[in-house]
């Protein structure tokens, strides 16, 4: 399956620890986008991102919150010192290398952190 | 003004019957629409394209009307599968890439 793999799927962390979150896009796709989904929500835009830069992170919280895609390796979302409002399922998704109307974009199967 | 907005639902339809959902987006600057399907704890699927022509893929037919900012799917013979939830998708110019509704929730019954 060459689609847009996300690990862990599921992942518990206590309140004050890190949690990281990978997703590899799918081959040929040099665009991820994060988004965040929290319960009985709909899904929130966080960060957009091409090989070794960010090109928007409006949606991203202020503090805590940072991605990065390097030039090798998956993309990361990495939440420092995680609270129980930070549990939600986080999204990844991919599209090709030009990003325009009509292209549409990938999912992965989601990461579901819980913070206990 | 919420930037996409959709009735939460749920819909409630018997096996069989027509079913028909509205998405208003507030950006009339908007320039691509897509209805995507999300099943419980699942990645949203992207369901059709909605062009301003109007399109069908078989039991689903998707139209948008840009004048009064809605977008429209229709679901005819519903199945039991189709039960999800369907998001109303809107993307706009800039690199923020798409900005989705909270979703529909449609349960159809047998």
């Known amino acids: 399956n060459a689609g847009v793999m996300q690990n862990p799927r599921h992942l518990v962390r206590r309140r004050g620890q890190e949690a990281r979150l990978r997703c590899s896009p799918m081959k040929g796709h040099s665009h991820v986008y994060w988004y965040r989904q929290l319960p009985e929500e709909g899904l929130k835009f966080m960060v957009y991102?091409?090989?070794?830069?960010?090109?928007?992170e409006s949606g991203m919280p202020k503090e805590r919150f940072s991605a990065e895609f390097p030039k090798e390796g998956p993309s990361i979302l990495r939440i420092q010192q995680v609270v129980r409002g930070d549990s939600a399922a986080y999204f990844c998704a991919s599209s090709p290398l030009t990003r325009g109307p009509g292209n549409t974009i990938y999912f992965g199967e989601g990461s579901w952190l819980t913070v206990v | 003004r919420k930037e996409v907005e959709q009735d939460p639902g749920p819909f409630n339809v018997p096996e069989g019957a027509t079913v028909a959902f509205n998405c208003t987006y507030s950006?009339?600057?908007?320039?691509?629409f897509f209805w995507y399907r999300q099943d419980c704890r699942k990645e949203p699927k992207l369901l059709m394209s909605?062009?301003?022509s109007g399109n069908e893929d078989g039991r689903f037919t998707a139209q948008l009307n840009r004048a009064s900012q809605y977008i429209s799917l229709l679901i005819r013979d519903s199945k039991l599968s189709d039960s999800a939830t369907y998001l109303c998708v809107v993307s706009g110019g800039g690199a923020d890439g798409l900005t989705f509704g909270k979703g529909t929730h449609l349960i159809i019954q047998p």
């Open positions: 950006n009339s600057a908007s320039q691509s």
């Open positions: 991102l091409q090989k070794e830069n960010i090109i928007d």
């Open positions: 909605v062009y301003s």
